[in-house]
């Protein structure tokens, strides 16, 4: 392959193409600088003219990630309209999608070690993709008086740990590990028990 100077428009993209790729077959810390560049079609100089090091080019896979996920979570949610239910449950569905769609994006936003505040830039993608939930849960609790309301940012946290837990032990193909049940169904059941325990959609009758 010709090597391309760093000069070239897309090498900052190229090489978080190249990181990507790379994460998803050796993980995010099974990798060099070197090898991105290598794939990359540049020298490993190159690289330092876009990143300091391995976990700076980490960092803006994952922003990148939480930008198309925040934008993956809005359309599940403005989908799931007119109602307030199906759309906050359609945001649990869209983080199984994402997952499975962005293999490389989704370790590098959750499972690298690396700290949303790594940079602003990376605080302020992550921020975003937060707010789409926090958005559906206002919506869904809206009618409960103030002084009976859960707080959104707690139970949309809270759907967040439960579609986080469900996508790492049976979304993601855990070694020696099969869900009993597809993992949609899980999520959905969940979110279920979790809301009606809280009062925020009526108990089954």
């Known amino acids: 392959m010709p090597k391309r100077g760093y000069h070239h428009g897309n090498l900052r993209l190229a ?12 993980g995010p ?4 600088l070197s090898e991105a560049a290598k794939k990359a079609g540049v020298t490993p100089a190159a690289v ?5 090091g391995r976990e700076d080019l980490i960092a803006e896979a994952a922003r990148q990630g939480y930008e ?21 449950e359609a945001t649990g569905r869209a983080y199984l999608a994402f997952a499975r769609r962005y293999p490389g994006h989704y370790i590098a936003m959750f499972e690298s070690g690396i700290s949303v505040n790594h940079s602003p830039e ?26 009976k309301r859960p707080p959104p940012a707690m139970f949309s946290a809270h759907i967040w ?28 059941t969940g979110i279920g028990i979790y809301l009606r325990g809280l009062g925020l959609i009526p108990a089954d009758k």
Request: aromatic content about 10%; glycine content about 6%; charged content about 20%.
């Open 15 to 26: 090489l978080v193409e190249s990181a990507l790729s790379l994460i998803e077959d050796k």
């Open 29 to 32: 810390t099974g990798f060099t």
């Open 48 to 52: 330092y003219r876009h990143f300091a």
């Open 68 to 88: 198309i996920f925040a934008d993956v979570m809005q359309f599940a949610y403005d989908s799931g309209q007119p109602s307030a239910l199906a759309a906050f």
């Open 122 to 147: 990376l605080a302020s993608a992550s921020a975003k993709a937060r707010g789409v939930l926090e958005r559906a849960a206002s919506e869904l609790s809206k009618h409960i008086p103030p002084e």
């Open 161 to 188: 740990a439960l579609s986080h837990g469900v996508v790492e032990l049976f979304a993601r193909n855990s070694p020696g590990t099969q869900a009993p049940f597809p993992p949609e169904d899980l999520l959905e």
